[in-house]
Every structure is written in structure tokens, then in C-alpha cells.
């Protein structure tokens, strides 16, 4: 389950962030997690409870974005929605679509104590 592996670095940076900053907890976690990512957001959670115990994120309220998928499709030369990771394009149905946003993956912002 990389879901696992994802939070723990997750929970190593915000704690290390917080360390530097002085604070004394951390009070929440932004994600975005895009959904063309093969991150399960139910994953992720079930993994955060395990891994924030012991760390001063360990009463961090974690919140979880959904960016959707987006792609540039070159015969239109258009932004177009994306479903699937390597979906056609919407509009004239061709495969030359290249992913712009949605397979994301970061720490949008946290709050500190
Ligand atoms: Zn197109």
C-alpha cells in the first residue's frame, strides 16, 4: 500500500515544518489530492490515523482536496477534462491529450499551534 509510505512523508514534512517554526502541535493538514493520482483518499486517512500517533501532528484534523482531472488536447489546442489518466479527449474524442492537473499529490497548507 504506498498510501502508507505517502503519509509518512507527509507527516515527516508538516512535523519538520512545525519543528522549525517553533510551533508546539499541529492543529491541521491541507492536502490535494488529484484524481487522476492512484491515491485512494480512504487510503490515506486509514494510513494517517496510524502514522500521526506519537507525533506533534497526532490531533491534526487532516483534510483532503480533490483536484480534478485536466488535460491539453493538442487537435483542439484546448484545456479539456480529464477522467481517466489517459482519456480520450471530450470534445473530438482523440488520444493526444496530455495531463496538465489532477495527478497531484501535495501539501497545501497547515495550521500550527
Ligand atoms: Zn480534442
Known amino acids: 500500500m ?3 509510505s505517502l ?3 507527509v ?4 512535523c519538520e515544518t512545525a519543528r522549525v517554526n517553533g510551533a508546539s502541535a499541529i492543529k491541521s493538514i491541507r492536502l490535494d489530492v488529484g484524481v487522476l493520482s492512484h491515491v485512494n483518499p480512504d487510503s490515506l486517512l486509514f494510513c494517517y490515523e496510524a502514522v500521526r500517533r506519537g507525533t506533534i501532528a497526532e ?3 487532516l483534510e483532503i482536496n480533490r483536484i480534478a482531472g485536466e488535460g491539453w488536447c493538442l487537435d483542439c489546442g484546448e484545456t479539456v477534462t480529464l ?3 489517459f482519456g480520450a479527449c471530450p470534445d473530438c474524442g ?4 496530455q495531463m496538465t492537473a489532477g495527478d497531484e499529490l501535495k501539501i497545501k497548507d497547515m495550521e500550527v499551534i
Not at 507527516?11 to 508538516?14: D, P, R, S
Not at 482523440?94 to 491529450?97: E, P
Request: proline share 0%.
Open 2 to 4: 504506498h498510501e502508507m
Open 7 to 9: 503519509m509518512e512523508s
Open 11 to 14: 507527516i515527516a514534512i508538516v
Open 59 to 61: 490531533y491534526a484534523a
Open 83 to 85: 477522467d481517466e489518466r
Open 94 to 97: 482523440g488520444h493526444r491529450v
